[in-house]
């Protein structure tokens, strides 16, 4: 394939623009499909082919994944659950229990699920690399079919915690603190916040590509960072502040415009602007 590559450019100087343009795309798609050192442009490369075959699939598959997604989200609200009702009241005990909120991440990343975070990301660059109406359109339906699934994932997720006999009384009230927590900042906070989770889970998916055989400790630890710096995530956080309304330990509109509206808005930004822009930029600067 390489050698194929080359032989049919024994003379770059005399190629014309899009030539070499198409030259070296189809040299970063070799270097993307063979997983060799990855470079930015190469990063760039596998994202965006990724994020093209993301565009691909139908609303259908979308919507089927994106609730997978939203209904294993809700394993980070239990997980993290679990441990905090297990550890002494210390203050060291977030750095332990933040762990469990990684395990929500593991499942969804790990089983190819759809997560809106990680389309704040994969679908853009592809978008950036060829901006069209066509392309724009596609992204909004992702989007919108992915953010819906998995709010319902996550809302069923709550009603069956909260209704349910699912839970010893301890673990209830581990799960009430914590929701606590995720509600107890304003709007504007927390949409502050919502940036800093969207750039980490965004640099996350940047990083996967280079990880090979460590893409579980990078998956654990950027999630454990936004764990346990407070940083808002709409659907692991979601899981959270509708357990509360579903306990009657908020009211929804809380739920929703306190927290499920600022945190998408942070997500966004955090991810679309701070990542998928500025990389985009970065790969292609000299081009």
Do not use: C
Not at 128 to 141: A, I
């Amino acid at each position: 394939m390489a050698t194929e590559l080359h032989d049919t450019q024994e003379d770059p100087a005399q190629e014309s623009e899009p030539e070499r343009h198409e030259r070296e795309r189809a040299q970063l798609e070799y270097k993307a499909a063979e997983t060799e050192s990855l470079d930015a442009k190469t990063t760039y490369e596998v994202i965006r082919r990724e994020g093209v075959k993301e565009l691909d699939r139908t609303t259908a598959a979308l919507l089927w994944s994106g609730l997978a997604a939203g209904l294993s989200m809700g394993f980070s609200f239990l997980g993290e659950g679990f441990l905090r009702s297990h550890l002494p009241d210390a203050s060291w005990r977030p750095l332990i229990a933040k762990i469990g909120y990684s395990f929500g991440f593991l499942i969804v990343i790990i089983g190819s699920q759809q997560l809106f975070t990680e389309n704040t990301l994969t679908p853009i660059v592809p978008l950036l690399s060829e901006r069209t109406r066509e392309k724009l359109r596609n992204v909004g339906r992702l989007w919108s079919a992915v953010l819906a699934a998995n709010l319902i994932g996550s809302l069923l997720f709550a009603l069956a915690l909260g209704k349910l006999a699912v839970v010893e009384p301890d673990m209830r009230h581990a799960l009430s603190d914590l929701s606590a927590e995720a509600m107890k900042y304003g709007a504007w906070t927390t949409m502050l916040h919502a940036v800093y989770a969207g750039w980490l889970i965004a640099l996350m998916v940047w990083m996967l590509p280079g990880a090979e055989t460590s893409k579980f400790a990078v998956i654990v630890l950027m999630t454990w960072l936004i764990g346990v710096g407070g940083f808002a995530h709409v659907i692991a956080g979601s899981t959270e502040v509708f357990y509360a309304a579903v306990r009657g330990e908020s009211s929804w509109a809380d739920a929703v415009l306190g927290y499920i509206l600022p945190t998408l808005v942070g997500n966004v930004i955090g991810g679309v602007t701070l990542v998928a822009a500025l990389n985009h930029a970065q790969a292609r600067t000299g081009e």
